[in-house]
């Protein structure tokens, strides 16, 4: 079974997507800040990473930062998404190895789990 990260510290929508993407047969984990995504990637080495940029404790980019350095982590697929609109963020995010950087706004939990399948199958 596929095992996906949510990051993010809005629970209402922590909880829309861990629901959906369970339905889908994924093993969902979450954690609510930077650090706490972190610790669980490290334990659990999910295949696929769902990554807000504004966190507690450290923001999305402290945290690819980090993860790229450690080597069983690196080649994790994470996508990013944000209600920051923000070029210079989205660049960095980008840059750090996230394969997307999404306003939340604008997609549905159903185009992000396509998005989820295309990148979990590659």
Known sequence: MKKIL????????????EER???EGFEVYSAVSAE??????IEIKPDLII????LPRGNGTDFLEKMKKIDDLKD???IAYSNYDD?????????LGAKEYLIKT???PK???????????E
């Open 36 to 41: 706490e995504g972190l610790e669980k990637t």
């Open 21 to 23: 993407f369970k339905r």
């Open 76 to 78: 994790i697929k994470v």
């Open 87 to 95: 070029n210079e963020t989205r660049e960095k995010a980008i840059r």
């Open 51 to 54: 990554l807000d940029i504004l």
């Open 6 to 17: 949510i990051i993010e510290d809005e629970k209402m929508l922590t909880d829309i997507y």
């Open 111 to 121: 185009e992000i789990l396509d998005l989820i399948n295309k990148y979990i199958k």
């Open 106 to 108: 604008n997609y549905t």
